[in-house]
């Protein structure tokens, strides 16, 4: 059986700040028995643009990326939210007056995956080769959560990690601020809300946070910091993947 030809939509945030991540991604990818390839053509999902309004300027970023990534038989990211834009909004952007670009649209949509679902879900993956000693906690990111339905999937893999203990927040599927544009609009709240959430972290005794968004991530690991807190912040693929020596932890300096 011929390997399946898998695009890895890297993201912006993991290409400026975390490419560890999308190495993590492709071994995954490349164990569960895919072919990996990464078009070089790819820039922003569009998202920042969407939540912005500016319906045109995203309509311009979805044209490129469907015809980037319509070709091959899956996308995944490792980002639950810019997958969920890509499936479940790109069609939004074209109304009935563009059906062709809708039906593309629609067509992408239908076989672009977050990445640990796409690995449990499509892949039938149950478990992976990797140790972590410590004891985790994991993030539920909104768009992963919300829009994908990824909940169960990275708790499944990460129980297959040796050395690894994962211990749940009080509340660990609340909002950690960050909502893109919304951190940059409303700051306060923004603050307020990671600041809440580095609390129920710091509660579960956890020396690593995990979770599955570059941006949620990155807000949280920055609001640790300033605490001056221990706890460190990786990705979920670099566990999985058994990468975890290849960068040091978010935040921390290289």
């Known amino acids: ?12 945030l993991v290409d400026l700040h ?9 071994k995954l990818l490349e164990e569960a028995g895919c072919q990996v390839e990464v078009p070089a ?20 970023i979805a044209r490129q990326v469907i015809d980037a990534f319509l070709p091959y038989d899956f996308t995944v990211a490792p980002s639950g939210s810019c997958a969920a834009m890509i499936s479940h909004h790109y069609q939004g952007l074209f109304a009935a007056g563009d059906p062709e670009w809708r039906a593309r649209a629609e067509r992408l949509g239908a076989k672009t995956h977050e990445l640990v ?3 449990t879900d499509v892949l039938g993956v149950k478990g992976v080769a990797a140790r972590y000693d410590g ?36 509340e660990p599927e609340i909002c950690c601020g960050f909502g893109g ?5 409303y700051p306060e709240i923004s ?26 991530l990155l807000n949280m690991a920055g609001r640790l910091k300033r605490e001056g807190s221990p706890v ?23």
């Open 117 to 119: 679902s796409f690995l």
């Open 232 to 254: 460190r912040v990786r990705h979920v693929a670099e566990v999985l993947a058994d990468m975890t020596h290849e960068a040091p932890p978010i935040g921390d300096a290289p």
């Open 135 to 170: 004891r985790a906690t994991y993030h539920d990111s909104c768009s992963g959560l919300r829009e994908l339905g990824v909940k169960a999937q990275p708790r499944a893999l990460l129980g297959s990690v040796a050395g690894l203990t994962l211990t749940e927040m009080r």
């Open 1 to 12: 059986m011929a390997k399946p030809r898998v695009a890895l939509f890297v993201t912006c």
């Open 181 to 185: 544009t919304f951190c940059v609009k």
């Open 191 to 216: 603050t307020r809300m990671v600041s809440d959430k580095t609390a129920d972290i710091t509660a579960t005794g956890a020396d690593t946070l995990l979770a599955g968004d570059m941006g949620c």
């Open 41 to 60: 053509v790819q820039t922003c999902c569009g998202q920042p643009a969407y939540n912005s309004g500016d319906r045109r300027t995203t309509q311009d």
């Open 18 to 26: 975390r490419p560890a991540v999308g190495f993590s991604a492709i």
